[in-house]
């Protein structure tokens, strides 16, 4: 069976300092892999996907950036936090596009002080 | 640019409610679309994924639908538990590739002894 691991599972970084956070998955081989970003009081808002090692797509203009080092592997990172990098930030996998679900991570709190 | 409104926001019901959740998307070029569950401060867990293709999927007391012509998504929940109190979100996959899903804000369900 296939599962998904994210840590930290909760962070508290002052303004300004770096962010990287790590997602990896087992079970299965050459995942799509994805960030979201739930904001407070918002919906959930893809920032990051990946169809395979080195293949990064942003989807919204940010303060952050995605790696894929391996091929179950992703990471955010940033080099300088904003306060409004704060949120829970989930990782997600599928097997590819139009029939497969996305399955998702437990997530990371990130309080940005 | 696809978007996805989850009506209610909220909803309060007894145990033992049959009760609807309804989700409306804007654009009907999609390849699928997705009910998830997510308990507070946890990640999301995948209920049904419908085809574009198919009318309807089940699963033990949950029964989603889909028309999308119409671009609308019901999620029917039987006999309701105080177990199943959580906030249910829908997402759509669009047909421009990468199995990118939008995601409505949700709908947050207590059920009451």
């Known amino acids: 069976s296939q599962t998904i691991h994210q840590w930290p599972a909760t962070l508290v970084q002052p303004v300004g300092s770096p962010l990287s956070l790590e997602c990896t998955v087992e079970?299965?081989?050459?995942?799509?892999l994805y960030w979201y970003r739930q904001a407070a009081g918002r919906g959930l808002q893809l920032l990051f996907y990946s169809v395979g090692i080195g293949q990064i797509s942003s989807e919204v203009p940010q303060n952050l950036s995605a790696s894929r080092p391996q091929d179950r592997q992703f990471i955010l990172s940033s080099k300088k936090l904003l306060l409004s990098d704060s949120g829970f930030y989930l990782c997600a996998w599928s097997r590819g596009q139009g029939r497969y679900e996305q399955y998702f991570g437990p997530g990371t709190r990130l309080t940005v002080t | 640019k696809q978007e996805v409104t989850q009506i209610p926001a909220a909803l309060s019901v007894p145990e033992g409610e049959n009760l609807v959740l309804n989700c409306s998307f804007t654009d009907s070029a999609i390849y699928n679309l997705q009910w998830f569950r997510q308990d507070p401060g946890k990640g999301l867990t995948s209920l049904l994924l419908i085809q574009s293709s198919q009318r309807e999927q089940t699963s033990g007391r949950l029964n989603a639908s889909l028309d999308k012509s119409s671009g609308r998504s019901t999620l029917y929940i039987a006999a309701s538990q105080p177990g199943d109190s959580a906030t249910y979100l829908c997402?759509?996959?669009?047909?421009?590739?990468?199995?990118?899903?939008?995601f409505g804000t949700g709908t947050q369900l207590k059920v009451e002894l």
């Open positions: 997402a759509v996959e669009g047909a421009g590739g990468g199995n990118k899903l939008t």
């Open positions: 079970g299965t081989s050459n995942p799509n």
